[in-house]
């Protein structure tokens, strides 16, 4: 059976560094295997789910490379999902609950003062139907929970029952059924918790592994019993280590935080995100990968560490500029339009391999573009003896045409006439030429500026 995966985020806002870490690791294995990959938006919750975050999710995971086989909406598959209620009700697997949050409450603090678990007694398992009849005539509606196999005669008298699952990330995985509550599967208003649709949308789309976060891990036991139930065999599972912040706080749609539609517009490389998303917290070395086809080469889920990693933006900068120094001019030409740059102009594919290791993103040449065209920044400025020495240096300035050899030529003139040399010849040449103290090789610069505009920056 081919591999197939899926991701399925809520569409109640943009996707964060975190999710993606989700989405690439699927992406990923997919890729290794030459299997699919399935983009299903979990918009059941009707009130929150927007049809602009499910493309702006869309759009994220496009620019990163992750390009779905298929899309689907859980919300048009209600047909399915009620269909398996009918079959857990029919075959006394789903019953209905009428305690209030309260009352639950309640009886959880009960049990932890009998020093007990504070799991459900399955009280409601108890309740007559005169009972049932009379909490439905208060106005009360029934929440619904799946009753777990973990118990021999009767289901007030569990058992230890032991699930295992190899798990692809984390390796051979236990979940002992008993010390769980029987989850909720459908709320008192009537809709679905995540549980039931997304283990029938598994079933009917092949899904062949979930690879997903490690605050899943204690769900599994419960939803292998789920696809059992509904007379399926479960998927492969794993859960990678999850992402936080540099303080050790969890990453969250709703804050914002690091989401890749602000990482994108702030300009970093698709390439730098992925790259850190996949790498940081596994015992792989975070470097800058070429393309996600190399980075599923070599991707090892296993490789992933049990404890959380933080994301540092400061890691994220260095793999930026890693990409950044080595693209090509063919790769950025557009963007260095966007940013305002004339790509019309003969001296732009030049002027991009001049500039690009000072800087971090692809828009940051605009500042230099407006150097090199319009004229020196205003960071630095001449003064006193570097100010006489700067226009005598300027009167210097070799005849002809300007080239690669100008500024040697020029500089030997200059030291030969003023006796300077190191930082003390050519600082306050770069600081008159360029309006700052670092930057790309003043020789290389020399060409795009040509004779008339080097000497339109005379001090």
């Known amino acids: 059976m081919p591999v197939t995966v899926r991701f399925a985020p809520s569409p109640t806002g943009n996707i964060h560094i975190g999710n993606v870490r989700t989405a690439l690791f699927n992406w990923l294995y997919a890729l290794k295997h030459d299997g699919q990959f399935i983009l299903r938006f979990d918009d059941t919750d009707t009130a929150r789910s927007k049809q602009e975050y499910a493309d702006q999710i869309a759009a994220d995971l496009d620019w990163l490379g992750v390009k779905p086989h298929r899309v689907e909406y859980q919300s048009k598959r209600g047909i399915a999902h009620d269909a398996a209620v009918e079959k857990l009700k029919q075959s006394g697997r789903l019953y209905p609950c009428y305690e209030t949050a309260e009352e639950l409450d309640r009886r959880r603090k009960i049990r932890l003062t009998r020093k007990l678990p504070p799991v459900y007694g399955r009280e409601a398992l108890k309740l007559t139907a005169e009972e049932k009849a009379a909490y439905e005539a208060e106005g009360r509606k029934p929440h619904w929970r799946f009753l777990l196999p973990n ?87 794993g859960h990678h280590n999850l992402l936080t912040t540099t303080t050790g706080e969890g990453l969250s749609k709703r804050s914002g935080a690091l989401s890749i539609s602000a990482l994108r517009e702030a300009g970093y490389e698709p390439m730098a995100v992925a790259s850190l ?183």
Not at 364 to 372: F, K, P, S
Not at 421 to 447: C, H, N, Q, W, Y
């Open 151 to 237: 118990y021999a005669e009767t289901p007030f008298e569990t058992k230890r029952t032991e699930v295992h699952w190899d798990d692809v990330v984390r390796g051979r995985q236990t979940v002992d059924l008993a010390s769980m509550s029987d989850p909720v599967l459908i709320r008192e208003d009537g809709t679905y918790l995540y549980t039931l649709p997304s283990v029938v949308d598994d079933i009917d789309m092949g899904v062949t592994h979930v690879i997903r976060g490690d605050d899943h891990v204690t769900n599994t036991g419960a939803q292998i019993a789920l696809f059992e139930a509904l007379g399926a065999d479960a998927p492969a599972f």
């Open 277 to 459: 998303a996949v790498l940081i917290g596994t015992s792989e070395a975070v470097a800058a990968a070429s393309s996600l086809e190399a980075m599923a080469a070599t991707f090892e889920p296993s490789s992933s560490s049990k404890s959380a990693a933080k994301f540092d933006p400061a890691e994220l900068d260095v793999l930026n500029r890693q990409i950044v120094h080595g693209l090509p001019y063919e790769a950025v030409a557009v963007r260095l339009a966007d940013a305002g740059i004339d790509t019309n102009d003969p001296r732009t594919a030049a002027f991009w391999l001049v500039v690009r290791g000072n800087v971090e993103k692809v828009a940051d040449a605009a500042a230099w573009w407006a150097i090199v065209t319009q004229g020196p920044a205003d960071e630095a400025a001449l003064e006193g003896d570097d100010l006489d020495y700067a226009r005598t240096a300027f009167s210097l300035l070799p005849e002809g045409d300007v080239d690669a050899s100008t500024w040697s030529t020029w500089t030997g003139a200059v030291k030969e006439a003023t006796g300077r040399k190191g930082r003390a010849l050519f600082m306050p040449l770069r600081v008159a030429l360029t309006g700052k103290t670092s930057g790309p090789e003043i020789a290389d610069l020399l060409p795009l500026l040509g004779r008339e505009g080097i000497l339109a920056r005379q001090p």
